[in-house]
């Protein structure tokens, strides 16, 4: 009984070791150097904007802010109030009432959302306003545009006529017939736009559904190979962060407009860390319904609505479970991270730590992976999620530290933005390191900065000190991101042209 107890206790010690050897705990001192594969599976067009090229009327995509201007009055159509009464043509400014949120049906079909989020429709009378909050066919507009002057437009009413601006405070939707074009066409208007999203949506949707999946394939196939996994293991990284939308839990069938395949893209990526030893961190960037309202969460239209429900929270949560389960058995599994920047006030505190406990337990029913919890931007506290993640074995904060989003960067030096990682990062970093707290990712970072025209070896300094600072970082950090038409925010361009060596 004595002996079977001690060969059972050996066991347990052996196994506990192995377990331990496999996840990097046998030495304390391991830090990850990652860096992230952004701008892969879900999509940001500002990393690779040619994703975007043939897409059809590729300035009128979801979430895009357009603005009419009556070329009769001379005024903007606005929702009055902000919505929920009529549309009228008497602004002389355009600003939020007067700009119109798209969503695109397809590439001359649109659906129009004012700011308080109804969308624009049609009375039974042909009045024209903003009451619905689900839009339907009444809600469903035509936009054409003269073929010569793309921002002469007119807009064609589901009933078959076309909006005009009568007077300043009526607009109506029977006007019959062709145009001319012409300054005294009350059917006619000038359209500008203002800002707009490039995310998964915006591209999927633009593509729409024939297009779509053979292009996503072919952007999934080629922008992350297996060569990168070489490159990246060979020049001193020893981990990647990668960015997966909610929708990857669907493959091969998401709901609409995401098309499948990307699932198939993060095997191969598994299959090429296990093959160079490189670790994953599996990070869902973009959660259903949009943590933050950002592109790079997938935002339709930059509303932000995860979190709002618990349906929407035990569907997150179903994502982690079933990327957790995946790749459970994979020895490159090193961290699930559980959603990447959520935005206060709109993701409450309270949503974040009951989705963070449930999306804790969702991972640790198959694996034994670190489990990160990203800080919400926009607290001011970096110190919120402690209460929950001290008690959780095997977790970490995830903080993002950009000399970049705030108008405090704008003016400062070279050395300014030196000294500002030596001090300020370093207390930063320190007032979130604890001794038996969560350990500390720095899951984002990069060498860019405010400063105009920058030497290399400015650029070399400023990269060093980040490295110096990051580096004590408790779990480590990775650079964001691998590849980027914007060459400092691309690690591949750092490392082969000098700027950064690890
Ligand atoms: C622990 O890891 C550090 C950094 O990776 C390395 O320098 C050190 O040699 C390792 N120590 C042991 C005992 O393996
Ligand atoms: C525009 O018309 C609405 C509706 O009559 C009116 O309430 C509003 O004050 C007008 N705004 C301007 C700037 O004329
Ligand atoms: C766009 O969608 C509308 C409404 O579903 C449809 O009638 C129209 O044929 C579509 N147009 C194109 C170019 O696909
Ligand atoms: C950086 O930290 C120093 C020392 O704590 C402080 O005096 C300074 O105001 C901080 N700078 C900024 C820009 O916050």
């Known amino acids: 009984m004595a002996i079977n107890s001690r060969i059972l206790l050996l066991s347990i010690v052996v196994l506990f070791a192995m377990f331990s050897f496999s996840h990097g705990l046998e030495n304390s001192s391991f830090r990850i150097k990652a860096v992230n594969l952004g701008g892969w599976l879900v999509t940001e067009g500002w990393i690779k904007p040619s994703l975007f090229d043939g897409i059809p009327n590729k300035d009128l995509l979801d979430g895009t802010g357009v603005q009419f201007k009556s070329v009769t009055i001379g005024k903007y159509l606005c929702a009055e109030t902000g919505g929920g009464t009529i549309i009228v043509a008497n602004r002389t400014a355009a600003s ?50 003269k073929s010569d002057d793309l921002n002469r437009v007119r807009i064609k009413a589901p009933n078959g006529f076309f909006l ?46 024939q297009r779509a999946p053979q292009i996503m394939k072919n952007h999934w196939n080629t922008f992350i190979v297996k060569d990168d996994f070489k490159f990246l293991s060979s020049n001193g990284l020893n981990a990647v962060r990668i960015p997966v939308g909610w929708w990857i839990a669907s493959d091969p069938t998401p709901p609409k407009p995401y098309v499948g395949g990307s699932l198939q893209a993060l095997d191969d990526a598994f299959k090429w860390a296990q093959k160079y030893g490189v670790k994953i961190i599996i990070d869902l960037h973009a959660a259903p319904g949009s943590q933050n309202g950002w592109e790079h969460s997938s935002s339709r239209d930059g509303s932000q609505e995860w979190g709002k429900t618990d349906d929407n929270i035990q569907q997150t949560v179903a994502v982690i479970e079933f990327l957790t389960a995946r790749y459970a058995k994979s020895p490159s599994l090193y961290a699930v991270e559980l959603i990447n920047e959520p935005l206060a006030p709109g993701a409450s505190l309270e949503s974040l730590n009951k989705y ?14 670190y489990v990160v919890m990203s800080n919400r931007l926009g607290s001011s506290d970096p110190r919120e999620l402690f209460p929950l993640a ?50 500390v990712l720095i899951g984002e970072w ?57």
């Not at 990682?421 to 969560?438: A, C, F, K």
């Open 446 to 502: 990069v060498a860019e900065w405010k400063v105009n025209g920058a030497t290399k070896e400015e650029y070399q300094k400023f990269a060093k000190a980040q490295l110096d600072v990051y580096g004590r970082a408790t779990f480590g950090w990775a650079y964001w991101t691998l590849k980027n038409v914007n060459n400092h925010w691309s690690l591949e361009w750092m490392i082969k042209n000098g700027y950064i060596k690890l």
């Open 356 to 369: 963070y406990k449930a999306g804790y337990e969702a991972v640790r029913k198959h694996s034994n992976a």
């Open 390 to 439: 001290n008690g959780l074995m095997r977790s970490v904060i995830d903080v993002h530290y950009y000399n970049l989003f705030s108008d405090m960067f704008n003016t400062m030096t070279v050395q300014q933005n030196i000294d500002y990682i030596y001090t300020n990062r370093t207390e930063q970093l320190n007032h979130v390191t604890t001794s038996n707290g969560p350990l």
């Open 96 to 145: 939020g009432w007067e700009t119109f949120s798209l969503w695109r049906i397809n590439e001359t079909t649109f659906q129009l959302r004012v700011f308080n989020k109804q969308f624009v429709g049609l009375c039974t009378n042909g009045n024209v306003v903003a009451v619905s909050t689900t839009p339907g066919k009444s809600e469903t507009f035509v936009i054409v545009r």
């Open 164 to 209: 005009q601006a009568k007077t300043e405070e009526l607009v109506t939707a029977d006007f019959a017939g062709t145009s001319e074009w012409g300054d005294n066409d009350p059917s006619v208007f000038v359209l500008s736009t203002a800002g707009g999203l490039q995310g998964e949506f915006q591209v999927t949707n633009g593509y729409g559904p």
